[in-house]
């Protein structure tokens, strides 16, 4: 498959992704006014803990960024890190900062408080002394600040790569990467450990440790494609776009039944060991509806991959730091002061919406966008691990992903 179309892919990808987590805060803060489905319609989970968009976030991120680990030792051995952490930089700090720094400011009561802008800068909010910064908070960086977890995450994974690349050079390797990997995380959802302080397990749940599987199975599809991309679409080829579509409509299926488990519990419960372990199969589920969008003969393909989802998937990044403070101070206004009922409400939910698609427009085309321009490169400099990700894409489609 060509890599200008598979980028099309997960953009759209990306643009579900973003519409689960979104929807599954709006619905939030429906419930806070006072409405919500007893019985929910078919696959409404989706919806209702759209919370699983940002595993998919991980999938998509672990998929891209691993791809160039399995182009062969000598190419792997040529990657230049260093620009790939300046793409990495480039491609989450500059709107990340203005978050941050606009939310540390809003819910600031008196200067020192703008201290506490620097644990999420730098990645290390709720890890150790660090606490001591953010105790206590104001309660809206509960809402506003929701999303900021599942950065340190990625950052975290960034930080593990050049050790994956190493690792995965030799067999040898990569069966010591597993082994420790998986030692690591049976230790960790098996709880036998007793930290001190309850939030570094907490924190370890939304970390690339506690979500590790789900970062894997990114890997894991990256592998298949890669290494292996013939053979997985000859055979997917082999079953006819009618049974690609049931297997993904079985993998979706899936995620449903899953997701109706979780509502059967609390987050607090089943974040932590051992019913965190239930990411594993999350993970996986998004993996195979991954494999099969971008390698499938899927019939009615168009239903996934369209300008729409794309256009979502472009201004993913934005939408996402930017939809719960706007939902948040626009809910907090109406519960406050606005009408009651459910049509305004729900004529709220659209509003806001439109506002956060517009913000998130603006944000991508004027924050994030100038920072991702490429510069050229000599024509005689080493390939860098960016430019190993899709080689054959034009240059105004090449992703800093």
């Known amino acids: 498959m060509r890599d200008t179309p598979k980028i099309r892919e997960l953009d759209a990808l990306r643009g579900i992704a973003i519409a689960l987590v979104y929807c599954f805060h709006a619905y939030g803060d429906i419930g806070r006014c006072g409405y919500r489905w007893d019985a929910p319609p078919p696959g409404f989970q989706l919806v209702a803990e759209g919370h699983t968009g940002v595993s998919l976030f991980f999938v998509l991120s672990a998929f891209l960024l691993s791809r160039p680990l399995f182009t062969g030792p000598a190419r792997v051995a040529r990657m230049d890190w260093r620009e790939f952490y300046r793409r990495r930089v480039r491609r989450i700090m500059p709107l990340y900062t203005v978050a941050v720094l606009a939310t540390t400011a809003f819910c600031a009561q008196r200067p020192a408080d703008l201290l506490r802008a620097l644990p999420h800068l730098t990645f290390l909010a709720s890890w150790g002394p660090w606490n001591l910064l953010m105790v206590p908070y104001p309660p809206e960086i509960v809402s506003i600040a929701s999303p900021w977890w599942s950065l340190r995450a990625e950052v975290?994974?960034?930080?593990?790569?050049?050790?994956?690349?190493?690792?995965?050079?030799?067999?040898?390797?990569?069966?010591?990467?597993?082994?420790?990997?998986?030692?690591?995380?049976?230790?960790?959802?098996?709880?036998?450990?007793?930290?001190?302080?309850?939030?570094?397990?907490?924190?370890?749940?939304?970390?690339?440790?506690?979500?590790?599987?789900?970062?894997?199975?990114?890997?894991?599809?990256?592998?298949?494609?890669?290494?292996?991309?013939?053979?997985?679409?000859?055979?997917?080829?082999?079953?006819?776009?009618?049974?690609?579509?049931?297997?993904?409509?079985?993998?979706?299926?899936?995620?449903?039944?899953?997701?109706?488990?979780?509502?059967?519990?609390?987050?607090l419960a089943r974040d932590l060991p051992p019913l965190v372990a239930w990411h594993a199969l999350e993970g996986g589920l998004w993996a195979a509806v991954l494999l099969l969008v971008v390698a499938a003969p899927l019939r009615g393909k168009a239903v996934v991959v369209n300008r729409a989802w794309v256009w979502l998937g472009d201004r993913s990044y934005s939408i996402y730091l930017l939809h719960a403070p706007i939902l948040y101070v626009g809910m907090h206004a109406l519960r406050t002061h606005g009408p009651h009922g459910f049509g305004a409400v729900a004529a709220a939910i659209v509003a806001l919406t439109v506002v956060t698609l517009a913000a998130s427009s603006f944000t991508w085309a004027w924050i994030e966008q100038p920072f991702l321009t490429r510069r050229p490169r000599p024509a005689d400099a080493p390939p860098t691990y960016a430019a190993a990700v899709s080689p054959a894409a034009p240059p105004s489609r090449r992703r800093s992903e």
């Open 156 to 267: 975290q994974f960034y930080l593990l790569l050049p050790l994956v690349a190493l690792a995965l050079r030799s067999l040898a390797g990569t069966v010591v990467l597993i082994a420790a990997a998986t030692a690591v995380y049976g230790v960790f959802v098996a709880s036998l450990f007793r930290p001190v302080d309850f939030s570094i397990i907490w924190s370890a749940t939304g970390s690339v440790i506690g979500r590790g599987p789900v970062f894997a199975a990114g890997i894991v599809v990256a592998w298949l494609v890669q290494r292996h991309g013939a053979a997985v679409r000859g055979a997917l080829a082999r079953l006819g776009g009618w049974g690609c579509s049931l297997l993904l409509v079985a993998a979706l299926a899936g995620l449903v039944r899953l997701l109706a488990w979780t509502e059967t519990t609390t987050a």
